[in-house]
């Protein structure tokens, strides 16, 4: 069983899946950290030295990968979903849950974030602001697609583990 988490930059997608995979005795997995592990290069610093469009194909082979896991919780990076039709991909393969956060949210954790963002980096509040707004409306049709969408602001990971639960097919067994 795999779960992905899926949802708009900063929405907590990797402390959601640490704090989740404790609750349902899985495993925790960053596609950006597996990323970073394969190719050791940061995404920030792959996006600088080359293009997204060769990110998101090797972004895509990283998350396909995922399918050799097994009880894992699966962290994606915020534009996993809306590319190369991953987000189709992962509703085949496992449980998507998109953890919505408000785009005033997203401004707002984006601003104070100590994580360089290779898309927000160097932005000016402003430019921020404009970006995420536009960004985030393209970017919702795909998260939509989740199997199961949750507010991520003040998230309980006792009622999303048991929402998760309940659309598991051996749920009963667990």
């Given amino acids: 069983m795999r779960i992905y988490l899926v949802g708009y930059m900063s929405a907590g997608k990797s402390t959601t899946s640490k704090r989740l995979a404790k609750r349902l005795g899985f495993e925790p997995f960053d596609t950006d950290r597996l990323f970073e592990e394969r190719f050791h290069i940061t995404a920030n610093d792959f996006f600088n030295k080359y293009d997204q469009p060769l990110y998101r194909k090797l972004e895509t082979q990283i ?96 009622e999303l583990s048991n929402a998760i639960l309940s659309l598991m097919p051996s749920a009963s067994t667990m």
């Fill in 63 to 158: 998350l396909q990968g995922t399918a050799a896991l097994d009880n894992a919780v699966i962290a994606t990076g915020g534009g996993t979903p809306c590319f190369n039709d991953n987000m189709e991909w992962m509703n085949q393969h496992g449980i998507t849950v998109f953890l919505k956060i408000s785009p005033t949210t997203a401004i707002d954790r984006l601003s104070h974030s100590k994580v360089r963002r290779p898309l927000v980096y160097n932005k000016t509040l402003e430019e921020l602001e404009e970006y995420v707004q536009k960004n985030y409306s393209e970017r919702m049709a795909f998260y939509e697609q989740a199997k199961l969408v949750v507010k991520g602001e003040n998230l309980d990971i006792e």
